[in-house]
Nanobody
Framework: QVQLVESGGGLVQTGGSLRLSCAAS????????MRWYRQAPGKEREWVAT????????SYADSVKGRFTISRDDVKNTVYLQMNSLRLDDTAVYYC?????WGQGTQVTVLT
């Protein structure tokens, strides 16, 4: 079955960077679009970024455009989210999504 395991979250100062990883298994990873979502306390889950199968195209929510970069490694069956210039409102649990499955999430907390 689809299994997605996120890692790389943690505490970071405003303006800092983190790179999230999501290791996938149980499906033909290279054939699927992959997405990152996030959910802040008291808010609904929101879409952050998408990468197409093959990685030739990406798209981003306006709130992260120019600061976050989604990428994938189809050999390692892993999707990444490079997050730069982090802001307080980036604090959330970050989830990856693919083939209808969800990971358990990884917490990102941005500190002043």
């Amino acid at each position: 079955q689809v299994q997605l395991v996120e890692s790389g979250g943690g505490l970071v100062q405003t303006g800092g960077s983190l790179r999230l990883s999501c290791a996938a298994s149980g499906f033909a990873f290279s054939m699927y679009f992959m997405r990152w979502y996030r959910q802040a306390p008291g808010k609904e889950r929101e879409w952050v970024a998408t990468i197409t199968s093959g990685g030739d195209s990406t798209s981003y929510a306006d709130s992260v455009k120019g600061r976050f970069t989604i990428s994938r490694d189809d050999v390692k069956n892993t999707v990444y989210l490079q997050m730069n210039s982090l802001r307080l409102d980036d604090t959330a649990v970050y989830y990856c999504n693919g083939k209808g499955g969800w990971g358990q999430g990884t917490q990102v907390t941005v500190l002043t």
